[in-house]
């Protein structure tokens, strides 16, 4: 059983929850997940299954797409609607729909943020989360990420209230955190705030149209129709350019030798070796011996 499939993860469970019962739903240890999705956000997760595990990383990579509801008048110590309070101003307010997307726009970009005390992010070789639940401040990184657009959902002209909400859509690479992200427009507002609710949409090539709940999984495993439902490895790759092998080729491939470069790799990093439709292995230049390329991932090596 080989492939990825998209799944569509439900509120209350951790994404660690997601492969354990996958893993026993479809009889297989070969599982794992491409990314952490918080126990109360619910969206798109894709699960690579066998062999497709070894291009867990590149969806991990790929970009995302989240809605969310950023309420502001509130913040708390999780970033989320989870955790206890820690500054609030109930005052009445008032954004124009114009301040809010000039808020917006102006956090679109490569930006920086700190990743929440409530994370997976690891400091000294322990989570975040590990220090927080003990109560132990630690200095945390500062880290690039990449927002490539932001838009306000909400259809209004101005917005008002004690605790004023409204949903955006987020587009964006590795490692964003949305949460940080309400956080970050509440300070150009002016006002303490949190992420109210969140879903992610889409994740690399997959959107909620392609997921499966474990349910559905479970009565398509019972159908013995399980394959129809994963997807092939090739789906995940589209964005790497790729080289039609010789069949003369293919045994070396396979094998994972050091082979001669081909032009191809004089303009992109890496590239998928192919041979009937299939993708045998991701190639790149070899980092110390000029005119050579190696193997970056063994995807069907010789049996």
């Not at 997940?33 to 291009?55: Q, S």
Request: glycine fraction near 6%; include cysteine.
């Amino acid at each position: 059983m080989n492939g990825i499939l998209p799944l569509w993860k439900e509120k209350g469970m951790t994404s660690h929850d997601c492969v354990f019962k996958l893993r026993k739903i479809l009889k297989t240890k070969k599982v794992g997940h491409t990314g952490t999705l918080d126990p109360e956000v619910e969206g798109v997760l894709p699960i690579c299954i066998g062999r497709a595990t070894k291009v867990a990383s590149y969806i991990t990579d790929a970009g995302k797409e989240y809605i969310a509801t950023v309420s502001i008048g509130r913040s708390t110590e999780t970033e989320d609607a989870q955790g206890e309070t820690i500054a609030s101003d109930l005052t009445h307010k008032e954004f124009s729909k114009k301040q809010i997307i000039e808020a917006l726009e102006q956090l679109t970009g490569e930006i920086t943020q700190i990743p929440p005390m409530y994370s997976a992010v690891k400091v000294n070789g322990r989570r975040l989360y590990e220090y927080a639940r003990k109560g132990i401040e630690v200095e945390r990184p500062i880290r690039k990420v990449q927002i490539d657009q932001i838009d306000l959902l909400d259809d209004k002209q101005s917005f008002a209230g004690e605790e004023v909400t409204f949903s955006i859509r987020v587009r964006c690479g590795k490692g964003t955190y949305i949460r940080t992200l309400a956080v970050q427009i509440g300070e150009l507002l002016g006002y303490p705030a949190h992420m109210h609710s969140l879903v992610r949409t889409v994740s690399g090539n997959f959107n909620e149209s392609h997921c499966k709940t474990l349910a559905e999984v479970a009565q398509i495993m019972d159908q013995e129709q399980v394959q129809t439902i994963l997807r092939p490895i090739e789906d995940v790759l589209t964005e790497f350019p790729h080289l039609e092998l010789e069949e003369s080729l293919v045994e070396s491939i396979r094998n994972g030798q050091v082979l001669p470069t081909v032009p191809l790799l004089n303009d992109h990093p890496s590239i998928m070796m192919m041979f009937e439709g299939r993708v045998l292995a991701i190639y790149q230049n070899h980092p110390t011996k000029p005119g050579l390329m190696k193997p970056e991932k063994m995807l069907l090596a010789s049996e």
